[in-house]
């Protein structure tokens, strides 16, 4: 590996006087009347997110390729700036002065939520040319891959159809998701299931990943991080563009955007179709992903209205079950195991031994999960004078679909059907198919109210809040039977509905008391009513009721969420901070209606963050005579628990992680990450998190035979689906004018299924080994083509990077342990190609 990375970088370092002959332009940014520099400005190289001003008003780009360019600075209630720039081999500084009285861009709508330098937490930007360059078609998650203390999963194998992950440790039930300060976490589960919105990073302008607890945002609170997603920027210049890729398993994307610019200096429309298709690394794990965007904005000078709507349509075959433990291992006498305890029978336990490691459970050619989800958002940005300024929305969600089943054997009483008689026999059971419907409906508004003065910078403030709500049915639909006893055609043996009404408020300031010393605050109240009426249907198995039974439930939430940070500046691009946050939450919908008798009811999680670190940033230096960029930044973190929900590393029938409180619980750790870019023609990012994970007086608990819990000691152990720890690398080159490499190194230590810590329910530790390979030529007869390679998991290793597992005692009588995993695609590749118009 130590020889690869070495030859790899020699590779990238290959000198070629056109790709040196770049120099880095930097500038300061004021307002043209008052001469008042201008925070937070985006600097935009050629239509691409490059750099933003900071606190003084100042910005850098480390390189610009020579020949001509078009320089765009744009900031709320300012005119924009567009000049000419042309390429040089030396620095070049400017003054930028800008006009009052301009358009109002998108990005002031998320402004509210987002973190920055003074609100001393840790938080990765990622710009829309971030995302464009690893997006090959997978799903959003596995963009995110190479950001501090991330660790992506994909049920298929491949990065496409339903993926997941997790930061800190932490999934997507305590990731808080939004798009344009919209949530787009499940009220009920708080999963986001991006397998529903396909290609949505090729519609995303700028996207913000805090890690903690983080700044208040709509929707339930950060147990881990969140992510601020933004599709709001405006591009005035017309525009067509068409991605397409093709790979293995059969994975095929095709998207085509497009753009009208600005029309009549004040309209704007925007659209994106997508189509992604993969037959998944494992067997039977197709996805057919089908997605649109299109958004149509009016602007005029202090007001900007803009309608979005975006849509995905997804059907992937069932592999939530995953593969058993002897199917990977080749160990015959546990297979065995797993047939006498009737985990799987005779003939699945053939198939696991042909299909090995890509082995899936299900035969039912249909056994699919169909999903719509519709969103409709206004947005609306207006300018209140020259230090004020408003945005607020109105959303909809209109979701619905179903998984479709077929089950063996099924008791008739269990779906409250009658026996069937035949002549003198009685008949308990049938086969049967059935459908799993959710049908649902998300809406609400949102708004912020933010001080941001020109003349003076020293204290900017937010007042914003939400209020949303959920109305969701959930049923169960029997489409066929081999004996239909009683029943009617879709005959409905389960139905209930769930109604969550969430509202927020908060306040927020940062204050610079001295010019070295910022303070921030930020003050939430949230609000949860959440209603259960009705049944649900539990799956035949020895740990669960059998049937439908009542799941009626009445809950009521009130949380206070307090933050507060100071951040002291020691040099110029030198930055000490610490930060003491609380964030709150409810169960999810599966903490109450799935819990076993056994367990008390399902209580709000507490968290206590504490933060604090350095940062560095060196935009402009030189090392060995070339001109660097060196940023450098050390996070540590200490997140203590009161009734921390974790999995117990059990699923549900349909495959949602099983939770339960701990009393005692903390996260501590460090994130180390570092950037040096050589006038971007070479460059090495890392991060590395170190952490313990740890339950306080956690009590192990295993079932007899009569399913009466048996309770260990209490001792401290280690947190589920924890890693210790967690590393990502990326070294990236452009040897020739337009060739870009790269290759991305990711390590992941010893994960836990459960919360035992036994090391015979884990998933190995794994390191992965990807490359990629972007080719862009500007022809005469289009803007741009761009052939790209992305060639994963190139040392062919094989891996699982999830899993669960569960317990009892067995047919043999003592205890007999089940584990199941997520194997990952050893080697395989994508291939791209695109056009701009």
């Not at 741009?784 to 999830?802: K, Q, T």
Request: charged share 20%; aromatic share 10%.
């Amino acid at each position: 590996m130590k020889n690869l990375l070495v030859l790899g970088a020699a590779l990238l370092a290959l000198p070629c006087t056109s790709a040196w002959a770049q120099g880095p332009v930097s500038g300061t940014l004021t307002d043209a009347q008052t001469g008042t520099a201008l925070p937070g400005a985006t600097v935009l190289l050629d239509g691409l997110a490059s750099a933003a001003t900071d606190a003084a008003g100042t910005f850098s780009i480390p390189a610009v390729a020579a020949g001509a360019h078009e320089l765009r600075i744009t900031f709320v209630g300012y005119e924009p700036l567009v000049q000419r720039l042309q390429g040089q081999p030396t620095q070049q500084q400017l003054q930028a002065r800008l006009q009052p009285g301009g358009v109002l861009t998108g990005e002031a709508l998320v402004t509210a939520s987002r973190a920055n330098e003074r609100t001393a937490t840790a938080y990765t930007n990622l710009g829309k040319e971030d995302l464009q360059k690893r997006n090959f078609g997978q799903d959003l998650p596995y963009l995110l891959d190479q950001t501090p203390s991330v660790v992506v999963t994909s049920d298929a194998g491949a990065g496409v159809g339903y993926t997941d992950l997790r930061i800190r440790g932490t999934g997507t039930t305590g990731i808080n998701m939004t798009i344009n300060g919209v949530p787009l976490n499940d009220a009920e589960s708080h999963g986001a299931f991006l397998v529903n919105l396909s290609d949505l990073a090729s519609s995303v302008s700028s996207l913000q990943v805090q890690r903690g607890v983080g700044t208040s945002q709509n929707g339930g609170a950060a147990f881990g991080a969140s992510v601020n997603i933004s599709t709001l920027n405006n591009r005035r210049e017309a525009y067509g563009e068409t991605q397409n890729s093709v790979g293995s398993f059969g994975t095929v994307k095709n998207t085509v955007q497009f753009g009208s610019g600005l029309v009549g200096q004040h309209f704007t429309f925007d659209g994106r179709l997508s189509r992604i298709k993969s037959d998944g690394y494992m067997n039977r794990a197709a996805s057919d992903l089908k997605s649109y965007y299109f958004a149509a904005g009016y602007q005029q000078k202090n007001t900007l209205l803009k309608f979005i709507t975006f849509s995905g349509r997804e059907k992937t075959y069932q592999a939530w079950n995953g593969v058993p433990e002897p199917a990977l291992t080749g160990n015959r006498q546990l297979l065995q195991n797993f047939v006498d305890n009737g985990e799987l029978t005779e003939s699945d336990a053939a198939r696991a031994v042909q299909e090995g490691r890509r082995y899936s459970a299900y035969t039912y050619d249909n056994q699919t999960d169909n999903y719509q989800q519709n969103h409709y958002q206004l947005h609306l940005s207006q300018g209140l004078g020259d230090d004020w300024n408003l945005g607020a929305a109105l959303h909809l969600t209109r979701g619905f679909g179903y998984y479709e089943s077929f089950r063996a054997r099924r008791k008739f009483v269990n779906y409250g059907l009658a026996n069937v008689v035949l002549g003198g026999d009685t008949l308990t059971r049938t086969d049967l198919i059935d459908r799993k419907w959710l049908d649902n409906y998300f809406y609400g508004g949102t708004f912020a109210l933010n001080y941001q003065p020109k003349a003076d910078d020293r204290l900017q403030a937010t007042l914003g809040g939400a209020w949303n709500r959920y109305d969701g049915d959930h049923y169960g639909e029997i489409i066929w039977a081999q004996y239909a006893s009683n029943g009617s055609i879709r005959q409905r043996y389960y139905a209930s509905n769930a109604l969550k009404t969430d509202y927020n408020g908060y306040a927020r300031a940062t204050w610079q008391v001295l010019p070295q010393l910022s303070l921030y605050g930020d003050l939430q109240l949230r609000h949860i009513k959440y209603t259960i009426k009705g049944n649900q249907h539990k799956p035949d198995a020895a740990n669960a009721v059998k049937g439908v039974v009542d799941v009626s439930t009445r809950a009521r939430y009130t949380f206070f969420n307090p933050k507060a940070g100071a951040t002291l500046t020691l040099a110029e691009g030198q930055q000490l901070y610490a930060s003491f946050a609380v964030g709150q939450r409810e169960p999810v919908r599966s903490d109450f209606t799935d819990r076993p008798a056994t367990e008390p009811a399902a209580r709000a999680e507490r968290l206590n963050d504490f933060e604090g670190g350095y940062r560095l940033t060196l935009p402009q230096t030189r090392l060995l005579g070339v001109p660097t960029a060196v940023r450098f930044e050390a996070n540590g973190f200490y997140m203590r628990y009161r009734n921390q929900l974790v999995a117990t590393g059990q699923l549900n029938d349909v495959g949602t992680p099983l939770r339960t409180n701990v009393a005692r619980s903390y996260r501590r750790g460090v994130e180390l990450t570092g950037l040096i870019s050589a006038d971007d023609k070479i460059s090495l990012s890392s991060t590395l998190t170190l952490s313990q994970n740890r339950i306080l007086g956690y009590q192990d608990v295993t079932y007899d035979a009569e399913y009466k819990p048996m309770v260990g000691e209490a001792r401290t152990s280690t947190i589920s689906y924890s890693p210790g720890a967690v590393s990502a690398h990326t070294l990236e080159g452009q040897p020739l004018k337009g060739l870009r490499l790269a290759l991305l190194y990711k390590t992941v230590s010893r994960q836990y299924l459960d919360n035992s810590e036994n090391s015979r329910r884990s998933l190995q530790a794994y390191q992965v080994l990807d490359a990629r390979v972007r080719y862009t030529i500007r022809p005469t007869f289009v803007k741009e083509i761009e052939l790209g390679l992305l060639v994963s998991n190139i040392l062919n290793r094989e891996y699982a990077a999830n899993g669960y597992t569960y317990n009892y005692l067995g047919a043999s009588g003592g205890l007999d342990t089940f584990n199941w995993y997520y194997p990952q695609a050893t080697r395989n590749f994508l291939a791209s190609v695109g056009v701009k118009f």
